[in-house]
């Protein structure tokens, strides 16, 4: 069974630019997680999408933003690029709602802001 | 303030020795994560706690949920090199938040 898959794995942009990351959940998952993982800041929960719905978004500003599609896959942009958005993106699928403790992670996309 | 926080930061041990990592919560928290994650990948889930004074074992690795439910204890036995890693506790609700880490390396 495949595991959460992310795409691009390396994403190069300069700042005012943006970017859109891409996540594809296992199968038969329908809740995906997305966070941040910057350095000397720890994992941090951005965005929270189940059945093609916004559940909870973490303490972001709002140029991040994104989607889930009909087949759960998921949207990560981020607008107005700064440089303090250079992180590892992460993203994870659960089970649905009922499951939120057991998520599964994706490698992750590492995004750099020139 | 960091709503959970992990002790120690870093851990460098020689293999065969036993460690323990913390993670204290200002908190109670109906259920928590423990994750490994290795350099270029994303975290792997370890385990799951849920009842206050559990204790689950993987192999050589023993997780304890405190009584409270506010902290949890990783306590691994004769660590070996493929245990290092970046060790990771999470809490889950509506929101989830993670713990600022214990990066551990395992010395051959």
Redesign the interface.
Known sequence: EAG?TQSPTHLIKTRGQQATLRCSPISGHTSV?W?QQALGL????LL?YDEGEE??R?NFPPRFSGRQFPNYSSELNVNALELEDSALY?C?SSAGLAS?????????TRLTVL | TQLLEQSPQFLSIQEGENLTVYCNSSSVFSSLQWYRQEPGEGPVLLVTVVTGGEVKKLKRLTFQFGDARKDSSLHITAAQPGDTGLYLCEITGNQFYFGTGTSLTVIP
């Open positions: 959460v997680y966070y720890g994992l941090q929960f929270w559940r909870n973490g992460l994870a939120a403790d057991t998520q599964y992670f994706g490698p992750g």
